[in-house]
């Protein structure tokens, strides 16, 4: 599984009541810290990036994986204009973090498209650990039961599911993939919080995960 350099930031927990509060108001069912509720869709189609033609601008960054890196996305779809433009921002927000960690570029301008706030500066410390371990990646990462929650025209939240099975880590140097077992969760909950911009994006503001959340497991 990809084993991440450093644990969870815990300054990103103050963020929790927040995220959830979002997540769980208005029509949708409530969701707790333990709880992804009706998040699953059904749909079984995957891709390694959604389209961004949902939202926004066209000219949005181009974020091409190497070989044998893929991120697949697993009902991302809801049939719900609104709810579809602010997933696929999430989704390429995903592929931003990993594209900048990938290329080794803590101040990734594309990081910073997809990203404002408190999100952005976590990102970029994230992808500093990497760098500070001389780490990549490899693999593949799927995300999952996707809740998202449209506030207004501009806010919108979601918690999503990550399975990092078979993604693992990488040598920057060397180009040593390490497959050794770990004790870790391989399963990572995300709580997020988006905000539309001036030009139609839904950038991510605010992060929170929790590794090994049962909800995501089973």
């Known amino acids: 599984m990809k084993r991440r350099p450093l644990p969870v930031a815990a300054a990103l927990a103050a963020t929790a009541a927040l995220l959830l509060t979002a997540c769980g108001s208005g029509d949708d069912s409530s969701k707790s810290n333990d709880n992804i509720a009706g998040a699953d869709t059904g749909e079984t189609a995957t891709s390694a990036a959604p389209s961004a033609s949902a939202s926004g601008p066209a000219d949005r960054p181009k974020i091409t994986f190497p070989e044998g890196v893929e991120n697949k996305f697993e009902g991302w779809k809801t049939g719900h204009p609104a709810k579809d ?13 990993d594209d900048a960690i990938l290329r080794g570029d803590k101040n990734s301008k594309t990081l910073a498209y997809y990203r404002q706030g408190n999100a952005l500066v976590s990102a970029q410390k994230w992808v ?12 593949v990462t799927r995300y999952f ?15 999503y599911c990550a399975d990092e099975s078979k993604a693992f880590n990488k040598n920057r140097k060397t180009g040593t993939v390490d497959k050794a077992p770990s004790e870790e969760s391989p399963y990572v909950k995300y709580s997020t919080q988006l905000k539309k911009s001036s030009t139609g994006v839904w950038q991510t503001t605010e992060v929170l995960s929790k590794r090994g959340d049962k909800t995501c497991a089973s």
């Open 85 to 97: 433009a602010v997933l696929s921002d999430v989704a390429q927000t995903v592929n931003a973090v």
């Open 128 to 139: 500093l650990a990497w760098l500070d371990e001389d780490l990549t990646w490899t693999g």
């Open 145 to 159: 039961k996707p809740n998202v929650k449209v506030a207004d025209t501009d806010t919108a939240a979601v918690v």
